[in-house]
């Protein structure tokens, strides 16, 4: 065996090596390919007026005694008007509309054993704020790729709020679950 070193030289090009079975193109993709062709990728999103009395508000809840862990794959808000803040909140109270998530597999018959609710009402409680973005006008898109994990008996939440006026606004999450 040869004495070659196993770490790259800060003073040579990086070097990397395929390990795919498929090299001639590579193949990457991320953990929601995998997820989205088992029919394990959800999401929901919400559109309404943005008020300084009503925010607009999505909360995925894990129930106990699922079996499956959610994994937060990506947040999208986007708003009309500027300085419209964005929060993500653990373990949120919210009391809402039950709505049902979208399979991003069109093809699957699986449903998610989440609880998805939306609504026009601030959470309460006693959450822990995760992230906190103020917007500018248009989208944002916040890629967590499974990086935010709720296991069974927690929730996850996005808030959009406005300190003054009021702002069309939108938000999504999706997940998946394994």
Do not use: C, H
Request: aromatic share 6%; hydrophobic share 40%; glycine share 8%.
């Amino acid at each position: 065996m040869p004495n070659d070193s196993v770490f790259n030289q800060s003073s040579q090009p990086l070097f990397t090596e395929q390990v795919n079975t498929y090299v001639a193109p590579g193949i990457d993709s991320a953990p929601e390919g995998g997820a989205a062709k088992a029919g394990l990728l959800f999401g929901i999103q919400f559109t309404s007026t943005v008020t300084t009395a009503a925010p607009l508000v999505i909360q995925i809840s894990n129930p106990g005694g699922s079996g499956r862990t959610l994994y937060v794959s990506r947040v999208t808000a986007s708003s009309a008007t500027a300085a419209v803040t964005l929060s993500l909140l653990r373990n949120a109270t919210v009391t809402g509309t039950t709505v049902t998530p979208i399979n991003y597999n069109f093809g699957s018959a699986l449903t998610s054993v989440m609880t998805a609710r939306t609504s026009a009402v601030a959470p309460t409680g006693s959450p822990a704020t995760l992230v906190s973005l103020l917007l500018a006008v248009g989208p944002v898109i916040v890629d967590f790729t499974g990086q935010i994990v709720v296991p069974p008996g927690n929730s996850i939440t996005t808030s959009i709020t406005i300190a003054s006026g009021s702002s069309a606004a939108t938000t999504s999450i999706s997940w998946w679950e394994y």
